[in-house]
C-alpha cells in the first residue's frame, strides 16, 4: 500500500524525474528512436602525441550503432570497415583507436541501426 524512496546520504541527495516500474528491462526502458528521428551527438574527440583516437558520443538508450572508418571519404559507406558497435544506454559511449603511425588521414561515422 505505499512506496518508499529513500535520497541517498545528507548533502548528496537524488533527483527522480521518472520512476518506471516493470517485470523486465524492455518494459522499463523508453522505446527505440527509428533510425534518422535523432543521429548521434559526438560530445568530445581528441587525439594523444602517440596517435591515439578518442571521441565521446551519445544516442537515443536502446538504438544500436556501429562505428565505420575509412581512409578514403570517397568510398561508398557500405564499403567502410567496421571497427566497433554496441546499444546506447543512458551513458555517453567512449570509444578509441589506435590509428597507425603513417597514416595521415582517417575517417570515422557512427552509423545507427
Known amino acids: 500500500d505505499r512506496f518508499i ?17 516493470g517485470t523486465s528491462w524492455a518494459a522499463v526502458l523508453p522505446a527505440a528512436v527509428p533510425s534518422g528521428d535523432v543521429p548521434p551527438l559526438v560530445e568530445s574527440v581528441g587525439v594523444s602525441a602517440n596517435h591515439y583516437l578518442n571521441f565521446l558520443f551519445r544516442g537515443a538508450a536502446g538504438q544500436s550503432y556501429s562505428i565505420l572508418t575509412s581512409s578514403n571519404l570517397a568510398v561508398p559507406p557500405d564499403d567502410w570497415a567496421q571497427v566497433g558497435s554496441g546499444t546506447f544506454g543512458f551513458e555517453p559511449i567512449s570509444f578509441g583507436y589506435d590509428m597507425p603511425q603513417n597514416e595521415v588521414c582517417r575517417f570515422f561515422q557512427i552509423a545507427i541501426r
Open 5 to 21: 524512496l529513500r535520497g541517498g546520504y545528507t548533502g548528496k541527495q537524488f533527483d527522480y524525474g521518472a520512476i518506471c516500474m
